[in-house]
C-alpha cells in the first residue's frame, strides 16, 4: 500500500482511499485509488452520499435440474 492522502481534484479535500482489483496473469491483484468527494460544497460532490455497498452477483448461481437423488 502507498502511503500518500488522496484529493479531490476539484475542492482539494482529503478524500477516502477505496480499494479496487483487476486480474493479471490469473490472479486478482488490489490496486487502491481516490474515492467520492464528500464536501458539499464541491461541484464533484459523489451524488450518493450514503455508504458504499458491494455489487450485485456476488453469490455463485445454483444449478437446475434437481439432486442427484431424484434421478435413481
Known amino acids: ?3 500518500e492522502d488522496h ?3 476539484v475542492c482539494g ?5 477505496v480499494v479496487g ?10 490496486t487502491w485509488g481516490a ?3 464528500r ?4 461541484p464533484a460532490r459523489a451524488e450518493q452520499a450514503g455508504p458504499v455497498t458491494p455489487a450485485a452477483g456476488g ?4 444449478r437446475s435440474g434437481g439432486s442427484a437423488t431424484e434421478h435413481s
Open 1 to 3: 500500500m502507498d502511503s
Open 7 to 9: 484529493v479531490c481534484p
Open 13 to 17: 479535500q482529503r478524500v477516502d482511499t
Open 21 to 30: 482489483r483487476h486480474k493479471t496473469l490469473g490472479a486478482w491483484v488490489p
Open 35 to 37: 474515492g467520492p468527494c
Open 39 to 42: 464536501n458539499p460544497d464541491c
Open 59 to 62: 453469490e455463485r448461481p445454483r
